[in-house]
């Protein structure tokens, strides 16, 4: 169960540091806000795929519910929310399509 929640929650912090530091962030501030708004959201957005499951609607609505709370998030700490809409939908949009690739190549 543990690994349920760990494995992804890793993958992604490490994805959208990624995505962060490929647009040239360079802010300790939005970096570790990153690695704090990914536990919020992804924590719960996995729980709910293991016990509840997910299909591609529910996986979708969970994605932009957790895009909603990353952008406020990411507003929160820079107050520039052009930017904070990007970073959350770039970083969102990437982990979530590696997510799925990774799936369906090592796990099918």
């Known amino acids: 169960m543990i690994l349920k929640l760990v494995i992804p ?7 959208e540091l ?29 729980l709910y795929a293991v016990y509840v499951g997910a299909g591609l609607t529910m996986a979708g609505v969970g994605e932009m519910l957790v895009m909603l709370v990353e952008t406020l998030g990411y507003w929160w700490l820079m107050r520039d929310l052009h930017r904070a809409v990007a970073y959350s939908f770039l970083c969102n949009a990437i982990s ?7 799936l369906l190549v090592f796990l099918l």
Do not use: Y
Not at 9 to 15: E, F, G, N, Q, Y
Not at 96 to 102: I, K, N, T, V
């Open 9 to 15: 929650l890793l993958a992604t912090i490490v994805i």
């Open 18 to 46: 990624g995505v962060l530091l490929f647009l040239r962030e360079r802010r300790r501030r939005v970096l570790w806000g990153s690695v704090g708004l990914n536990i919020l959201t992804n924590v719960p957005l996995n």
């Open 96 to 102: 979530f399509l590696l997510g799925e690739w990774f």
